[in-house]
């Protein structure tokens, strides 16, 4: 029986219908016409469907989304604001962090909550907190510089809106 169930997504208030076995991966995309978050393996395996729940990185699509009920998501369509780059994705197109661009949302926002948590992550915490966002391209060396130069160009890479130093 379909349960009806509120969501907080990029600030917005969202009322859907949903199954009790629909994923969060699912109602985003297939639902809400949020098509930024990857379906990539549907597995838990690859990180394209990697969205923010209350600041820290889940994978969409091997969580409910009645579990997802109540939380703040943030998906890849809320990071940029007022028509400018967030400074993560504007790090990814200048230091080449992405190709084909499939694995890129889930790589932005699981580096976002890597800055969210370490004020200064060194490279080797970027690289073991991200090994679960796989990508066909890139080679991953780019992806890390990336994510190294927002964290040092811009302070606020990292913080919540309304935290700005
Ligand atoms: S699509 Fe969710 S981890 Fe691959
Ligand atoms: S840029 Fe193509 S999969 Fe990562």
């Given at each position: 029986m379909k349960r009806a169930i509120e969501l907080s997504i990029n600030g917005d208030t969202y009322d859907v219908l949903v199954s009790p076995n629909n994923t969060l991966l699912e109602v985003l995309?297939?639902?809400?016409?949020?098509?930024?978050t990857k379906r990539g393996?549907?597995?838990?395996?690859?990180?394209?469907c990697t969205v923010l729940i209350n600041g820290e990185a889940y994978l969409s699509c091997v969580m409910l989304a009645i579990d997802a009920g109540g939380k703040d998501i943030l998906t890849?369509?809320?990071?940029?604001e007022g028509g400018e780059l967030h400074p993560l994705q504007s790090s990814f197109v200048e230091k080449g962090g992405?190709?084909?661009?499939?694995c890129t949302p889930g790589m932005i926002l699981t580096a976002r909550a890597i800055l969210n948590e370490e004020e200064n992550p060194t490279e080797d915490v970027i690289k073991r907190k991200m090994a679960g966002n796989l990508c066909?391209?890139?080679?991953y060396k780019k992806v890390v510089e990336a994510v190294m130069s927002a964290n040092e160009s811009d302070e606020n890479a990292g913080r919540p809106e309304g935290q700005e130093a």
């Open positions: 995309r297939d639902k809400l016409g949020l098509m930024g393996c549907d597995l838990g395996a690859c990180g394209a890849i369509e809320g990071l940029a992405l190709q084909c661009g499939f066909r391209c890139t080679g």
